[in-house]
């Protein structure tokens, strides 16, 4: 996993609320472990051209529970290998925003955002502030606390571990 950086600027692609893993990457293709697969078919069933418009270091906008559904941790790596560099929702089912972070997936939970389709974005992710460039517009973020975001830093948990933890693989 790449280390992650701390300041995004890139395009928001917007959906909606209750975006659910199977919505994410659909289950047919989680029995494999090439995640160029999984890329190639991320959202596939909510947006079919997704992965034909995402470019490396895009944003992911969602309304309310994104990730909600299973636990799967292949919903958050999808979006990852896809080159989405962030996600920002009103907020998150649980045990993705944990399994986003443990893989090294930024994402931000931003209460009433206003954000739209192609809108640029700058964010910070140490201060939690997304500036919406396109509407002129600043939010503040719940912010991540420092432990998450020296892991997302690292690239995803293991790193860390790996680099601070006395654990070898």
Not at 110 to 117: E, M, N, R, V
Request: glycine residues 8%; aromatic residues 6%; hydrophobic residues 40%.
């Amino acid at each position: 996993m790449s280390e992650v950086q701390t300041n995004i600027k890139a395009k928001a692609h917007v959906y909606g609320d209750h975006i659910d893993t199977d919505r994410i990457i659909p289950g047919k293709y989680t029995k494999t472990l090439d995640l160029s697969t999984l890329a190639n078919h991320v959202l596939e069933d909510l947006d079919p051209n997704f992965n034909k418009i995402v470019q490396q270091g895009d944003i992911l906008v969602a309304g309310i529970n994104f990730g909600c559904g299973s636990s799967r941790e292949q919903a958050p790596l999808a979006l990852k290998q896809a080159g989405v560099s962030v996600v920002i929702a009103q907020d998150f089912a649980r045990i993705f925003f944990r399994n986003a972070i443990n893989i090294g997936l930024p994402v931000l939970e931003i209460a009433d955002h206003k954000i739209q389709k192609g809108a640029e974005l700058d964010i910070d992710l140490k201060a939690g502030t997304v500036k919406d460039l396109s509407a002129k517009v600043t939010y503040k973020a719940t912010k991540l606390p420092a432990i998450m975001i020296a892991i997302l830093g690292e690239g995803g948990l293991v790193n860390y571990l790996t680099k601070y933890g006395n654990y070898s693989l």
